[in-house]
């Protein structure tokens, strides 16, 4: 937290207070959200393939470019913690602090899910919520946060001492292991910070610190995502279920996720292949 009044006060402190904020990332450039096309992909989609995320676990599928995938509440309130990799290229990765900077804390239909550099490219699209009736409440919270990292087993041997391995971080990392026949050295970098499904989450409005509240997720509810890219989508049924109370612990009633694969019915060839960074990446560098 950062400590106010140490140093002395300048005269025109209030002054320099008072200027506008400017958008850092404004998002006009981009192209528009085409509502209507993934309206078309969702009719009739047909259902191709279903796992399950048991609670305190993690799991992953592959979605292929063009299909959707839809992430439900299945049994109880719960928390999911969500990884994407290219999946011919585990080292394309999803990118929160970008997303979070184009997009803001919180995102919602519409919004792109970005990789990481070089490719830094849309992965996929939200493209239907359920919870968007949330929008931000009185705490300035809402959900689906870009802002936090994942719970893991180092932050809390840290915080609260102990060895607890069942924190999203594991749970990512075993599944992505399990997969793609990696070991767990190999599998733990390649995991990253992540997008948090149904979290309900803000900052607090004296110090700013990053607070989590008891999810408004229930049985049945969604949210989709159009495969902009070929994905391994990874999943954690976090340990803190709905994350009302404490997480990286077994306190928690958990429940399990699913993921669902769905492929359009429908003609998609207004749809056009996520392109890959066109920065020539010579970094100012002559050649
Ligand atoms: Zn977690």
């Not at 969604?222 to 391994?232: C, K, M, R, S, V």
């Amino acid at each position: 937290m950062k400590p106010v009044g140490v140093m002395p006060i300048p005269k025109d402190a209030q002054e320099r207070r008072s200027i506008a904020p400017v958008i850092c990332y404004p998002t006009d450039t981009l192209p528009k959200h085409d509502a209507a096309f993934y309206k078309l992909a969702q009719k009739g989609m047909a259902l191709i393939n279903s796992v399950i995320v048991l609670p305190r676990d993690g799991n992953t599928v592959e979605v292929t470019a063009g299909h959707i995938f839809r992430i439900v509440s299945m049994e109880g309130s719960q928390v999911g913690d969500l990884n994407l990799w290219n999946a011919n290229d585990l080292n394309e990765k999803f990118y929160s602090g970008k997303t979070r900077a184009l997009h803001g804390t919180h995102v919602g239909v519409g919004d792109k899910l970005w990789s990481s550099f070089p490719a830094m490219r849309p992965m996929a699209t939200i493209i239907a919520d359920t919870l968007d009736w949330y929008g931000f409440d009185e705490d300035g919270a809402s959900v689906h946060d870009v802002i936090g990292t994942r719970c893991d087993p180092y932050t809390n041997n840290i915080l609260s001492g102990g060895q607890y391995h069942l924190c999203c971080h594991s749970n990512l990392t075993r599944a992505l292991a399990a997969s793609q026949g990696l070991s767990l050295e190999q599998a733990e970098p390649l995991v990253h910070d992540v997008l948090n499904i149904f979290m309900c989450t803000g900052f607090t409005k004296k110090t700013h610190q990053y607070f989590m509240k008891e999810s408004p997720v229930r049985p049945g509810d969604y949210i989709d995502f159009f495969a902009e890219i070929d994905l391994l989508v990874g999943l954690s049924a976090c340990p803190g279920g709905n994350c009302g109370s404490k997480h990286s612990s077994n306190v928690a009633n958990c429940y399990p996720l699913g993921i669902e694969v769905y492929k359009p019915m429908t003609d998609l060839k207004k749809w056009k292949h996520s392109k890959v960074n066109s920065y020539d990446g010579t970094h100012g560098q002559k050649k």
